[in-house]
Protein backbone atom coordinates (compact mmCIF):
# COMPACT_ATOMS: atom_id res chain seq x y z
CA UNK A 1 0.00 0.00 0.00
CA UNK A 2 1.22 3.66 -0.63
CA UNK A 3 0.15 6.89 -0.39
CA UNK A 4 1.55 10.10 -1.76
CA UNK A 5 -0.75 12.79 -0.13
CA UNK A 6 0.50 17.04 0.60
CA UNK A 7 -1.55 19.47 2.04
CA UNK A 8 -0.56 22.74 1.35
CA UNK A 9 3.02 21.57 0.60
CA UNK A 10 3.71 19.50 3.32
CA UNK A 11 2.98 15.98 4.23
CA UNK A 12 -0.21 15.60 5.99
CA UNK A 13 -0.49 12.10 7.57
CA UNK A 14 -3.79 12.01 8.38
CA UNK A 15 -5.87 10.18 4.96
CA UNK A 16 -2.95 7.58 5.17
CA UNK A 17 -3.29 6.79 9.16
CA UNK A 18 -6.78 6.45 8.80
CA UNK A 19 -6.52 3.94 6.14
CA UNK A 20 -4.28 1.57 7.93
CA UNK A 21 -5.26 -1.70 9.28
CA UNK A 22 -5.10 -2.64 12.80
CA UNK A 23 -2.87 -5.57 11.48
CA UNK A 24 0.86 -6.54 11.40
CA UNK A 25 3.02 -5.49 8.58
CA UNK A 26 6.07 -3.08 7.54
CA UNK A 27 6.18 0.33 6.88
CA UNK A 28 8.63 2.45 5.03
CA UNK A 29 8.89 6.41 5.25
CA UNK A 30 10.05 8.18 1.87
CA UNK A 31 11.52 11.76 1.76
CA UNK A 32 10.96 14.19 -1.35
CA UNK A 33 13.23 12.90 -3.68
CA UNK A 34 12.33 8.74 -3.21
CA UNK A 35 14.97 7.87 -0.70
CA UNK A 36 13.96 5.78 1.91
CA UNK A 37 14.38 7.16 5.06
CA UNK A 38 13.36 4.28 7.47
CA UNK A 39 11.58 0.66 7.81
CA UNK A 40 10.01 -0.63 10.42
CA UNK A 41 7.89 -3.54 11.85
CA UNK A 42 4.71 -3.41 13.87
CA UNK A 43 2.11 -5.74 15.31
CA UNK A 44 -0.74 -3.23 14.40
CA UNK A 45 -0.15 -0.91 11.68
CA UNK A 46 -2.03 2.08 12.36
CA UNK A 47 -0.65 2.27 15.65
CA UNK A 48 2.69 2.04 15.51
CA UNK A 49 2.71 4.94 12.32
CA UNK A 50 0.55 7.12 14.44
CA UNK A 51 3.05 7.18 17.46
CA UNK A 52 5.60 9.10 14.94
CA UNK A 53 3.28 12.01 14.35
CA UNK A 54 1.69 11.87 17.87
CA UNK A 55 4.60 12.04 19.97
CA UNK A 56 5.66 15.10 21.65
CA UNK A 57 8.84 13.63 23.10
CA UNK A 58 10.37 11.87 20.33
CA UNK A 59 13.98 12.01 20.24
CA UNK A 60 15.56 15.09 17.73
CA UNK A 61 17.19 12.05 15.78
CA UNK A 62 13.30 11.04 14.85
CA UNK A 63 11.52 14.53 14.83
CA UNK A 64 14.46 15.08 11.89
CA UNK A 65 13.02 12.11 10.36
CA UNK A 66 9.76 12.86 10.43
CA UNK A 67 10.09 16.23 8.72
CA UNK A 68 11.69 15.26 5.79
CA UNK A 69 8.62 12.32 5.27
CA UNK A 70 6.65 12.93 1.97
CA UNK A 71 5.14 9.35 1.66
CA UNK A 72 4.22 6.21 3.77
CA UNK A 73 4.29 3.05 2.42
CA UNK A 74 2.71 -0.28 4.02
CA UNK A 75 3.38 -3.61 3.53
CA UNK A 76 0.82 -6.09 5.45
CA UNK A 77 2.15 -9.81 6.32
CA UNK A 78 0.68 -12.20 7.98
CA UNK A 79 2.35 -12.71 11.00
CA UNK A 80 4.34 -10.23 13.50
CA UNK A 81 7.20 -13.05 12.65
CA UNK A 82 6.62 -12.35 8.98
CA UNK A 83 7.41 -8.67 9.35
CA UNK A 84 10.87 -9.26 11.10
CA UNK A 85 11.92 -11.06 7.99
CA UNK A 86 10.70 -8.64 5.74
CA UNK A 87 11.78 -5.76 7.67
CA UNK A 88 15.45 -7.07 8.10
CA UNK A 89 15.54 -8.02 4.13
CA UNK A 90 14.47 -4.44 3.45
CA UNK A 91 16.90 -2.85 5.72
CA UNK A 92 19.45 -4.47 4.28
CA UNK A 93 18.90 -3.92 0.56
CA UNK A 94 17.60 -0.44 1.44
CA UNK A 95 19.68 0.84 4.15
CA UNK A 96 17.89 3.54 5.42
CA UNK A 97 19.50 6.71 6.43
CA UNK A 98 17.55 6.26 9.84
CA UNK A 99 17.70 2.56 10.69
CA UNK A 100 20.50 1.07 12.59
CA UNK A 101 22.77 -0.62 10.00
CA UNK A 102 25.46 -2.90 10.90
CA UNK A 103 28.07 -4.16 8.58
CA UNK A 104 28.76 -7.75 8.27
CA UNK A 105 27.92 -9.69 5.16
CA UNK A 106 30.86 -12.03 5.13
CA UNK A 107 30.07 -15.71 6.23
CA UNK A 108 31.75 -17.05 9.65
CA UNK A 109 34.62 -19.49 9.66
CA UNK A 110 34.05 -23.22 10.29
CA UNK A 111 36.43 -25.95 11.34
CA UNK A 112 35.72 -29.06 9.40
CA UNK A 113 36.39 -32.74 9.40
CA UNK A 114 35.30 -33.99 5.82
CA UNK A 115 33.70 -37.10 5.52
CA UNK A 116 36.12 -39.67 3.97
CA UNK A 117 37.69 -42.29 4.51
CA UNK A 118 40.84 -40.51 6.05
CA UNK A 119 38.94 -37.81 6.78
CA UNK A 120 40.49 -34.49 5.90
CA UNK A 121 40.57 -31.21 8.41
CA UNK A 122 39.81 -27.70 7.15
CA UNK A 123 38.78 -24.42 7.06
CA UNK A 124 35.23 -23.35 5.65
CA UNK A 125 32.78 -20.75 4.88
CA UNK A 126 29.15 -21.03 3.76
CA UNK A 127 26.82 -23.30 4.11
CA UNK A 128 27.39 -26.68 6.17
CA UNK A 129 26.89 -29.67 4.66
CA UNK A 130 25.38 -32.99 6.26
CA UNK A 131 28.14 -34.93 4.73
CA UNK A 132 30.89 -33.29 7.05
CA UNK A 133 30.86 -32.68 10.99
CA UNK A 134 31.43 -28.68 11.00
CA UNK A 135 32.61 -27.30 14.09
CA UNK A 136 32.64 -23.44 14.75
CA UNK A 137 31.25 -20.75 13.20
CA UNK A 138 34.69 -19.13 14.55
CA UNK A 139 34.76 -15.30 15.11
CA UNK A 140 37.38 -14.75 12.42
CA UNK A 141 39.37 -16.28 10.44
CA UNK A 142 42.63 -16.52 12.77
CA UNK A 143 40.75 -17.93 15.76
CA UNK A 144 39.83 -20.77 13.67
CA UNK A 145 43.00 -21.42 12.04
CA UNK A 146 45.31 -21.03 14.99
CA UNK A 147 42.57 -23.83 16.20
CA UNK A 148 43.58 -25.85 13.09
CA UNK A 149 47.52 -25.22 13.88
CA UNK A 150 47.03 -26.64 17.04
CA UNK A 151 45.00 -29.65 15.95
CA UNK A 152 47.50 -30.43 13.83
CA UNK A 153 50.18 -30.62 16.14
CA UNK A 154 48.22 -33.05 18.55
CA UNK A 155 46.36 -35.36 16.13
CA UNK A 156 48.43 -35.06 12.85
CA UNK A 157 45.67 -34.91 10.90
CA UNK A 158 45.74 -34.89 6.80
CA UNK A 159 44.95 -30.95 5.61
CA UNK A 160 45.48 -31.81 1.67
CA UNK A 161 43.06 -31.74 -0.95
CA UNK A 162 41.88 -35.20 -2.15
CA UNK A 163 42.98 -35.01 -5.92
CA UNK A 164 46.53 -34.87 -4.07
CA UNK A 165 45.94 -37.39 -1.47
CA UNK A 166 44.91 -39.95 -3.94
CA UNK A 167 48.54 -39.44 -5.98
CA UNK A 168 50.78 -39.10 -3.13
CA UNK A 169 53.72 -41.78 -3.68
CA UNK A 170 55.79 -40.32 -1.15
CA UNK A 171 54.85 -38.75 2.91
CA UNK A 172 55.30 -35.04 1.73
CA UNK A 173 56.71 -32.18 4.23
CA UNK A 174 54.43 -31.94 7.15
CA UNK A 175 54.96 -35.64 7.56
CA UNK A 176 58.36 -34.70 8.03
CA UNK A 177 57.73 -31.69 10.84
CA UNK A 178 55.74 -33.71 12.88
CA UNK A 179 52.48 -32.23 11.31
CA UNK A 180 50.88 -35.43 9.60
CA UNK A 181 50.84 -38.93 9.86
CA UNK A 182 50.76 -40.01 6.17
CA UNK A 183 47.64 -41.87 5.48
CA UNK A 184 48.39 -41.22 2.18
CA UNK A 185 50.79 -43.62 1.79
CA UNK A 186 49.78 -45.93 4.43
CA UNK A 187 52.07 -45.01 7.42
CA UNK A 188 48.84 -44.88 10.01
CA UNK A 189 46.17 -47.46 9.49
CA UNK A 190 42.83 -46.77 9.60
CA UNK A 191 41.67 -47.29 12.92
CA UNK A 192 44.31 -45.81 14.31
CA UNK A 193 44.18 -42.54 12.06
CA UNK A 194 40.00 -43.02 12.93
CA UNK A 195 40.79 -42.55 16.62
CA UNK A 196 43.04 -39.57 16.21
CA UNK A 197 39.62 -38.46 14.15
CA UNK A 198 37.36 -39.14 17.35
CA UNK A 199 40.09 -37.36 20.01
CA UNK A 200 40.18 -34.32 17.64
CA UNK A 201 36.30 -34.28 17.50
CA UNK A 202 35.77 -34.46 21.24
CA UNK A 203 38.21 -31.59 21.90
CA UNK A 204 36.45 -29.45 19.22
CA UNK A 205 33.46 -30.28 21.34
CA UNK A 206 34.88 -29.17 24.09
CA UNK A 207 35.57 -32.50 26.14
CA UNK A 208 39.10 -32.08 27.38
CA UNK A 209 39.04 -34.10 30.34
CA UNK A 210 37.62 -36.76 28.05
CA UNK A 211 40.66 -37.01 25.75
CA UNK A 212 43.16 -36.77 27.55
CA UNK A 213 41.49 -39.60 29.76
CA UNK A 214 41.88 -41.35 26.51
CA UNK A 215 45.52 -40.58 25.60
CA UNK A 216 47.07 -41.45 29.34
CA UNK A 217 44.74 -44.71 29.06
CA UNK A 218 46.45 -45.42 25.57
CA UNK A 219 49.85 -44.83 26.71
CA UNK A 220 49.90 -46.37 29.59
CA UNK A 221 48.91 -49.63 27.67
CA UNK A 222 51.59 -49.22 25.14
CA UNK A 223 53.99 -48.70 28.43
CA UNK A 224 53.20 -51.87 29.35
CA UNK A 225 53.10 -53.76 26.34
CA UNK A 226 56.86 -52.16 25.88
CA UNK A 227 55.48 -50.22 22.78
CA UNK A 228 57.87 -47.06 24.10
CA UNK A 229 58.15 -45.15 20.63
CA UNK A 230 54.17 -45.51 20.41
CA UNK A 231 54.13 -44.62 24.44
CA UNK A 232 56.07 -41.49 23.42
CA UNK A 233 54.69 -40.08 20.73
CA UNK A 234 50.96 -40.53 22.86
CA UNK A 235 53.04 -38.55 25.57
CA UNK A 236 54.01 -35.94 23.42
CA UNK A 237 49.83 -35.47 22.31
CA UNK A 238 49.43 -35.28 26.28
CA UNK A 239 52.02 -32.17 26.24
CA UNK A 240 50.54 -30.32 23.14
CA UNK A 241 46.93 -30.75 24.83
CA UNK A 242 48.08 -29.04 27.85
CA UNK A 243 49.73 -26.68 25.70
CA UNK A 244 46.42 -26.28 23.85
CA UNK A 245 44.78 -25.57 26.96
CA UNK A 246 46.63 -23.06 28.64
CA UNK A 247 47.19 -21.09 25.47
CA UNK A 248 43.55 -21.36 23.63
CA UNK A 249 40.60 -21.37 24.92
CA UNK A 250 38.69 -19.84 27.84
CA UNK A 251 37.41 -22.60 29.71
CA UNK A 252 33.88 -23.67 30.54
CA UNK A 253 32.95 -25.58 34.15
CA UNK A 254 29.66 -25.45 33.51
CA UNK A 255 29.55 -27.94 30.92
CA UNK A 256 29.84 -28.34 26.77
CA UNK A 257 27.69 -25.16 26.71
CA UNK A 258 26.81 -23.10 23.54
CA UNK A 259 26.23 -19.62 23.74
CA UNK A 260 26.97 -15.86 22.29
CA UNK A 261 27.48 -13.42 24.71
CA UNK A 262 26.47 -9.95 23.13
CA UNK A 263 27.94 -6.46 25.14
CA UNK A 264 26.91 -3.29 24.43
CA UNK A 265 29.60 0.20 24.93
CA UNK A 266 28.63 3.65 24.34
CA UNK A 267 30.55 6.86 24.48
CA UNK A 268 30.17 10.05 23.14
CA UNK A 269 27.87 9.36 20.16
CA UNK A 270 29.98 6.18 19.49
CA UNK A 271 28.55 2.30 19.96
CA UNK A 272 30.26 -0.81 19.66
CA UNK A 273 28.58 -4.19 19.99
CA UNK A 274 30.54 -6.90 20.81
CA UNK A 275 29.91 -10.38 19.85
CA UNK A 276 31.89 -13.40 21.78
CA UNK A 277 31.43 -16.95 20.99
CA UNK A 278 31.11 -19.96 23.12
CA UNK A 279 31.50 -23.21 21.52
CA UNK A 280 31.52 -26.46 23.32
CA UNK A 281 32.29 -24.81 26.81
CA UNK A 282 34.92 -23.19 25.26
CA UNK A 283 35.66 -19.13 24.70
CA UNK A 284 36.50 -19.28 20.97
CA UNK A 285 36.97 -15.08 20.60
CA UNK A 286 35.28 -11.56 19.98
CA UNK A 287 34.25 -9.72 17.13
CA UNK A 288 33.29 -5.99 17.68
CA UNK A 289 30.63 -4.47 15.30
CA UNK A 290 30.15 -0.31 14.94
CA UNK A 291 26.91 0.39 14.06
CA UNK A 292 25.60 3.59 12.33
CA UNK A 293 22.71 5.73 12.94
CA UNK A 294 22.61 4.51 16.83
CA UNK A 295 24.24 7.32 18.26
CA UNK A 296 20.88 8.62 20.48
CA UNK A 297 18.94 5.53 21.01
CA UNK A 298 18.78 3.18 23.80
CA UNK A 299 20.70 0.19 24.32
CA UNK A 300 17.80 -2.46 24.02
CA UNK A 301 17.09 -0.90 20.77
CA UNK A 302 20.54 -1.07 19.41
CA UNK A 303 20.57 -5.21 20.61
CA UNK A 304 17.42 -6.54 19.24
CA UNK A 305 18.24 -4.64 15.98
CA UNK A 306 21.79 -6.74 15.91
CA UNK A 307 20.22 -9.95 17.16
CA UNK A 308 17.63 -9.27 14.29
CA UNK A 309 20.27 -8.15 11.40
CA UNK A 310 23.13 -10.32 12.29
CA UNK A 311 21.01 -14.05 12.82
CA UNK A 312 18.28 -14.38 10.71
CA UNK A 313 19.34 -16.68 7.93
CA UNK A 314 22.39 -17.58 10.08
CA UNK A 315 22.86 -20.46 12.50
CA UNK A 316 22.28 -19.62 16.14
CA UNK A 317 23.64 -21.09 19.29
CA UNK A 318 20.77 -22.29 21.85
CA UNK A 319 21.43 -19.45 24.21
CA UNK A 320 22.53 -15.63 23.87
CA UNK A 321 23.92 -14.05 26.97
CA UNK A 322 22.61 -10.11 26.46
CA UNK A 323 23.93 -7.15 28.88
CA UNK A 324 20.79 -4.96 28.29
CA UNK A 325 16.81 -5.95 28.55
CA UNK A 326 15.39 -7.44 25.34
CA UNK A 327 11.53 -7.62 25.25
CA UNK A 328 10.75 -8.55 21.82
CA UNK A 329 9.31 -12.21 21.84
CA UNK A 330 8.90 -12.44 18.04
CA UNK A 331 12.62 -12.26 18.15
CA UNK A 332 13.62 -15.31 20.04
CA UNK A 333 10.53 -17.51 18.67
CA UNK A 334 11.56 -17.06 15.33
CA UNK A 335 15.13 -17.66 15.90
CA UNK A 336 13.74 -20.87 17.06
CA UNK A 337 11.92 -21.64 13.92
CA UNK A 338 14.65 -20.63 11.54
CA UNK A 339 17.48 -22.84 13.34
CA UNK A 340 15.54 -25.51 14.59
CA UNK A 341 15.91 -25.82 18.41
CA UNK A 342 14.84 -23.32 20.95
CA UNK A 343 16.62 -20.39 21.51
CA UNK A 344 16.61 -18.60 24.39
CA UNK A 345 17.57 -15.08 25.38
CA UNK A 346 19.08 -14.36 28.58
CA UNK A 347 19.26 -11.37 30.09
CA UNK A 348 20.16 -11.73 33.73
CA UNK A 349 23.54 -13.19 33.66
CA UNK A 350 24.92 -14.67 36.43
CA UNK A 351 28.34 -16.82 38.02
CA UNK A 352 29.95 -17.48 34.73
CA UNK A 353 27.95 -16.23 32.66
CA UNK A 354 28.19 -13.03 33.93
CA UNK A 355 32.03 -13.57 33.93
CA UNK A 356 31.46 -13.95 29.99
CA UNK A 357 29.37 -10.72 30.26
CA UNK A 358 31.96 -8.71 32.14
CA UNK A 359 34.43 -9.72 29.88
CA UNK A 360 32.51 -8.80 26.78
CA UNK A 361 31.69 -5.35 27.78
CA UNK A 362 35.35 -4.72 29.14
CA UNK A 363 36.05 -5.51 25.28
CA UNK A 364 33.37 -3.71 23.64
CA UNK A 365 34.86 -0.53 25.44
CA UNK A 366 38.69 -1.00 24.61
CA UNK A 367 36.93 -1.65 20.87
CA UNK A 368 35.11 1.98 21.33
CA UNK A 369 38.73 3.28 22.49
CA UNK A 370 40.76 2.19 19.83
CA UNK A 371 37.92 3.20 17.25
CA UNK A 372 37.84 7.06 18.95
CA UNK A 373 41.75 7.21 18.58
CA UNK A 374 41.29 5.50 14.91
CA UNK A 375 39.17 8.29 13.85
CA UNK A 376 40.79 11.24 15.54
CA UNK A 377 43.79 10.50 13.39
CA UNK A 378 41.98 9.90 10.34
CA UNK A 379 39.89 13.03 11.29
CA UNK A 380 43.34 14.93 11.19
CA UNK A 381 44.03 13.43 8.25
CA UNK A 382 41.29 14.40 6.70
CA UNK A 383 40.94 18.33 7.91
CA UNK A 384 44.31 18.72 7.04
CA UNK A 385 43.87 17.32 3.13
CA UNK A 386 40.67 19.48 3.37
CA UNK A 387 42.86 22.72 4.13
CA UNK A 388 45.62 21.89 1.63
CA UNK A 389 43.32 21.60 -1.35
CA UNK A 390 40.96 24.02 -0.05
CA UNK A 391 37.57 21.48 0.07
CA UNK A 392 35.78 22.10 3.07
CA UNK A 393 33.24 19.39 2.30
CA UNK A 394 35.53 16.97 1.37
CA UNK A 395 34.09 13.47 2.00
CA UNK A 396 34.32 11.02 -0.64
CA UNK A 397 37.57 10.49 -2.12
CA UNK A 398 38.04 7.57 -4.91
CA UNK A 399 41.56 6.14 -5.86
CA UNK A 400 42.40 4.47 -9.37
CA UNK A 401 45.36 2.62 -10.31
CA UNK A 402 46.35 0.12 -13.34
CA UNK A 403 47.91 -3.28 -12.53
CA UNK A 404 49.81 -5.68 -15.38
CA UNK A 405 52.89 -7.56 -16.11
CA UNK A 406 54.17 -6.93 -19.50
CA UNK A 407 50.39 -5.68 -20.72
CA UNK A 408 49.41 -9.04 -19.43
CA UNK A 409 46.27 -9.22 -17.25
CA UNK A 410 45.84 -6.00 -17.36
CA UNK A 411 43.39 -4.83 -14.51
CA UNK A 412 42.15 -1.19 -13.05
CA UNK A 413 41.20 -0.77 -9.68
CA UNK A 414 38.74 1.80 -7.89
CA UNK A 415 38.81 2.38 -4.04
CA UNK A 416 37.05 4.21 -2.03
CA UNK A 417 37.34 6.44 1.50
CA UNK A 418 34.34 7.98 2.70
CA UNK A 419 33.40 9.06 6.86
CA UNK A 420 36.85 8.57 7.59
CA UNK A 421 37.89 5.09 6.83
CA UNK A 422 37.99 2.43 3.00
CA UNK A 423 34.79 1.58 2.36
CA UNK A 424 35.61 -2.22 0.33
CA UNK A 425 32.51 -3.14 0.00
CA UNK A 426 32.40 0.11 -2.89
CA UNK A 427 35.91 -1.28 -4.36
CA UNK A 428 35.62 -2.15 -8.03
CA UNK A 429 37.65 -3.78 -10.78
CA UNK A 430 37.67 -3.65 -14.18
CA UNK A 431 39.25 -6.19 -16.85
CA UNK A 432 41.00 -3.85 -19.43
CA UNK A 433 40.42 -5.41 -22.92
CA UNK A 434 40.89 -4.31 -26.42
CA UNK A 435 43.70 -2.47 -26.06
CA UNK A 436 47.94 -2.18 -26.60
CA UNK A 437 49.59 -4.16 -24.20
CA UNK A 438 51.00 -1.97 -21.82
CA UNK A 439 49.40 0.91 -22.77
CA UNK A 440 48.52 2.26 -19.64
CA UNK A 441 47.02 5.84 -20.76
CA UNK A 442 44.41 3.58 -22.55
CA UNK A 443 43.36 1.51 -19.42
CA UNK A 444 42.88 4.70 -17.46
CA UNK A 445 40.86 6.18 -20.23
CA UNK A 446 38.92 2.57 -20.51
CA UNK A 447 38.62 2.26 -16.26
CA UNK A 448 37.26 5.88 -15.82
CA UNK A 449 35.01 5.67 -18.78
CA UNK A 450 33.34 2.86 -17.12
CA UNK A 451 33.42 4.11 -13.77
CA UNK A 452 31.93 7.49 -14.82
CA UNK A 453 29.46 6.91 -17.87
CA UNK A 454 26.36 6.51 -15.90
CA UNK A 455 26.79 9.31 -13.67
CA UNK A 456 27.12 11.74 -16.74
CA UNK A 457 24.62 10.38 -17.92
CA UNK A 458 22.18 10.35 -15.12
CA UNK A 459 22.37 14.09 -15.22
CA UNK A 460 25.84 14.89 -12.11
CA UNK A 461 23.80 18.39 -10.97
CA UNK A 462 20.90 16.38 -9.28
CA UNK A 463 23.55 13.41 -8.11
CA UNK A 464 25.19 15.37 -5.41
CA UNK A 465 24.84 14.42 -2.53
CA UNK A 466 23.13 16.80 0.71
CA UNK A 467 24.83 13.91 3.51
CA UNK A 468 27.00 10.96 3.72
CA UNK A 469 26.44 8.22 0.65
CA UNK A 470 24.72 5.25 1.39
CA UNK A 471 26.24 1.82 1.05
CA UNK A 472 23.22 0.60 -0.25
CA UNK A 473 23.13 3.30 -3.16
CA UNK A 474 23.65 2.50 -6.83
CA UNK A 475 27.52 3.11 -7.06
CA UNK A 476 27.64 4.09 -10.38
CA UNK A 477 25.36 6.92 -9.49
CA UNK A 478 27.45 8.06 -6.46
CA UNK A 479 29.45 11.40 -7.29
CA UNK A 480 32.98 11.66 -5.29
CA UNK A 481 34.09 14.38 -4.42
CA UNK A 482 37.74 14.05 -5.41
CA UNK A 483 39.56 11.78 -7.45
CA UNK A 484 43.05 10.73 -6.96
CA UNK A 485 44.75 9.10 -10.17
CA UNK A 486 48.05 6.98 -9.25
CA UNK A 487 50.15 8.33 -11.82
CA UNK A 488 51.85 11.31 -13.49
CA UNK A 489 50.50 14.62 -15.33
CA UNK A 490 50.16 12.01 -18.37
CA UNK A 491 48.08 10.01 -16.71
CA UNK A 492 46.19 13.21 -14.92
CA UNK A 493 45.38 14.30 -18.43
CA UNK A 494 43.82 11.22 -19.70
CA UNK A 495 41.10 11.36 -16.71
CA UNK A 496 40.92 15.06 -17.45
CA UNK A 497 40.08 14.39 -20.84
CA UNK A 498 37.50 11.88 -19.84
CA UNK A 499 35.93 14.17 -17.44
CA UNK A 500 35.61 16.71 -20.60
CA UNK A 501 33.90 13.90 -22.51
CA UNK A 502 31.86 12.66 -20.34
CA UNK A 503 30.56 16.85 -18.93
CA UNK A 504 31.59 16.30 -15.35
CA UNK A 505 34.49 18.99 -15.72
CA UNK A 506 33.93 20.04 -11.68
CA UNK A 507 34.93 16.82 -10.29
CA UNK A 508 38.06 17.72 -8.67
CA UNK A 509 41.25 15.69 -9.98
CA UNK A 510 44.45 15.06 -8.51
CA UNK A 511 47.84 13.19 -9.76
CA UNK A 512 49.68 11.73 -7.41
CA UNK A 513 53.65 10.72 -8.74
CA UNK A 514 56.05 8.53 -7.17
CA UNK A 515 58.74 10.50 -6.02
CA UNK A 516 62.43 9.99 -7.05
CA UNK A 517 63.28 6.26 -6.22
CA UNK A 518 59.81 5.59 -6.00
CA UNK A 519 60.79 6.53 -2.35
CA UNK A 520 57.71 6.46 0.42
CA UNK A 521 57.37 10.49 1.52
CA UNK A 522 58.59 12.16 -1.92
CA UNK A 523 55.47 11.71 -3.96
CA UNK A 524 54.26 14.62 -5.87
CA UNK A 525 50.75 15.72 -6.22
CA UNK A 526 49.85 16.56 -9.42
CA UNK A 527 47.10 19.42 -10.13
CA UNK A 528 45.36 19.94 -13.76
CA UNK A 529 47.19 23.15 -14.30
CA UNK A 530 50.02 21.28 -14.42
CA UNK A 531 51.46 22.96 -11.15
CA UNK A 532 53.00 20.03 -8.79
CA UNK A 533 53.48 20.05 -5.01
CA UNK A 534 55.66 17.55 -2.65
CA UNK A 535 54.84 17.73 0.86
CA UNK A 536 56.87 17.00 3.89
CA UNK A 537 56.91 13.45 4.85
CA UNK A 538 55.60 14.33 7.94
CA UNK A 539 52.07 15.96 6.60
CA UNK A 540 48.93 14.16 7.83
CA UNK A 541 47.73 15.02 4.58
CA UNK A 542 50.42 13.07 2.82
CA UNK A 543 49.88 10.20 4.78
CA UNK A 544 45.48 10.19 4.22
CA UNK A 545 46.73 10.57 0.23
CA UNK A 546 49.46 7.56 0.96
CA UNK A 547 46.79 5.24 2.63
CA UNK A 548 44.45 5.65 -0.06
CA UNK A 549 46.83 5.36 -2.89
CA UNK A 550 48.21 2.16 -1.07
CA UNK A 551 45.31 0.40 -0.61
CA UNK A 552 44.32 1.19 -4.43
CA UNK A 553 47.59 -0.42 -5.33
CA UNK A 554 47.15 -3.23 -2.81
CA UNK A 555 43.64 -4.16 -4.82
CA UNK A 556 44.64 -3.93 -8.14
CA UNK A 557 47.86 -5.89 -7.84
CA UNK A 558 45.94 -8.65 -5.88
CA UNK A 559 43.17 -8.77 -8.69
CA UNK A 560 45.60 -8.92 -11.84
CA UNK A 561 48.24 -11.60 -9.74
CA UNK A 562 44.77 -13.80 -9.62
CA UNK A 563 43.67 -13.03 -13.16
CA UNK A 564 47.23 -13.95 -14.28
CA UNK A 565 47.67 -17.24 -12.75
CA UNK A 566 44.49 -18.28 -13.77
CA UNK A 567 45.38 -16.86 -17.72
CA UNK A 568 48.80 -19.15 -17.23
CA UNK A 569 47.29 -22.11 -16.00
CA UNK A 570 44.77 -22.40 -18.70
CA UNK A 571 47.50 -21.14 -21.14
CA UNK A 572 50.30 -23.53 -20.26
CA UNK A 573 47.79 -26.96 -21.81
CA UNK A 574 46.28 -25.12 -24.35
CA UNK A 575 49.81 -24.97 -26.03
CA UNK A 576 49.85 -28.90 -26.12
CA UNK A 577 48.44 -30.06 -29.23
CA UNK A 578 46.25 -32.93 -28.49
CA UNK A 579 44.91 -31.46 -24.78
CA UNK A 580 41.60 -29.79 -25.59
CA UNK A 581 38.92 -28.62 -22.97
CA UNK A 582 37.89 -32.07 -21.89
CA UNK A 583 41.24 -33.44 -21.02
CA UNK A 584 42.78 -30.18 -19.45
CA UNK A 585 39.94 -30.14 -17.30
CA UNK A 586 40.33 -34.05 -16.39
CA UNK A 587 44.14 -33.26 -15.90
CA UNK A 588 43.22 -30.06 -13.52
CA UNK A 589 40.77 -32.88 -11.59
CA UNK A 590 42.82 -35.55 -11.30
CA UNK A 591 45.79 -33.72 -10.29
CA UNK A 592 44.26 -31.00 -8.78
CA UNK A 593 46.60 -28.62 -10.06
CA UNK A 594 49.02 -26.69 -13.05
CA UNK A 595 51.68 -27.84 -10.42
CA UNK A 596 50.59 -31.21 -9.54
CA UNK A 597 50.47 -31.59 -13.16
CA UNK A 598 53.95 -30.55 -13.95
CA UNK A 599 55.34 -32.66 -11.04
CA UNK A 600 53.47 -35.72 -12.23
CA UNK A 601 55.52 -38.74 -14.10
CA UNK A 602 54.74 -39.87 -17.92
CA UNK A 603 53.50 -43.20 -15.72
CA UNK A 604 50.52 -41.31 -13.85
CA UNK A 605 49.94 -38.91 -16.47
CA UNK A 606 48.79 -41.90 -18.54
CA UNK A 607 46.87 -43.04 -15.87
CA UNK A 608 44.13 -39.90 -16.54
CA UNK A 609 41.52 -40.54 -18.42
CA UNK A 610 41.76 -40.13 -22.35
CA UNK A 611 45.74 -39.55 -21.79
CA UNK A 612 47.59 -41.92 -23.83
CA UNK A 613 50.80 -42.87 -23.41
CA UNK A 614 52.25 -40.88 -26.00
CA UNK A 615 49.85 -37.75 -24.98
CA UNK A 616 51.47 -38.24 -21.36
CA UNK A 617 55.17 -37.53 -22.64
CA UNK A 618 54.41 -35.08 -24.87
CA UNK A 619 52.47 -33.57 -22.00
CA UNK A 620 55.75 -34.38 -19.77
CA UNK A 621 57.90 -32.39 -22.10
CA UNK A 622 56.29 -29.49 -22.78
CA UNK A 623 56.01 -28.49 -19.16
CA UNK A 624 59.73 -29.53 -18.24
Keep these: MSTDILSNGKFDPKPILDSLPLLPGVYRFFDGKGEVLYVGKANQLRKRVASYFQKTNVSPRIRLMVSHVARIETTVTRSETEALLLENNLIKSLRPRYNILFRDDKSYPYIVLTGDKFP ?75 ADIRNAVLLLQGKHQEVEQVLRSAMEHAADGLHYEQAAALRDQLRALHTVQQKQFVESTGGATDADIIALAQQDGLV ?57 ETLAQLLSEQAGHTVKISTAASGERRQWLEMGQRNAQLALQQRKMQQGGQKLRLDKLRELLDMPDLQRIECF ?53 KLAEACPES ?16 RPDLILIDGGLGQLHIAMNVMHELGLNDLALVGVAKGEERKAGLEQLIFPDGTAKQLRSDDPALHLIQQIRDEAHRFAITGHRAKRGKARTASSLEEISGVGDKRRRSLLTHFGGLREVAQASVEQLSQVEGISKSLAEKIYQQLH
Design 120 to 194: RLTYYRGTPNRQHQYFGPYPNSYAAKESMQLLQKIFRIRTCEDSVFSNRTRPCLLHQIHRCTAPCVKLISPEDYQ
Design 272 to 328: CVNLAMVRGGRHLGDKSFFPEHAEDLPADEIVQAFIAQHYLNRSVPPLLVLGEECSD
Design 401 to 453: DISHTMGEAAQASCVVYENLDMRTSQYRRYNITGITPGDDYAAMHQALTRRYQ
Design 463 to 478: SRRDGPNEEGAKQDLI
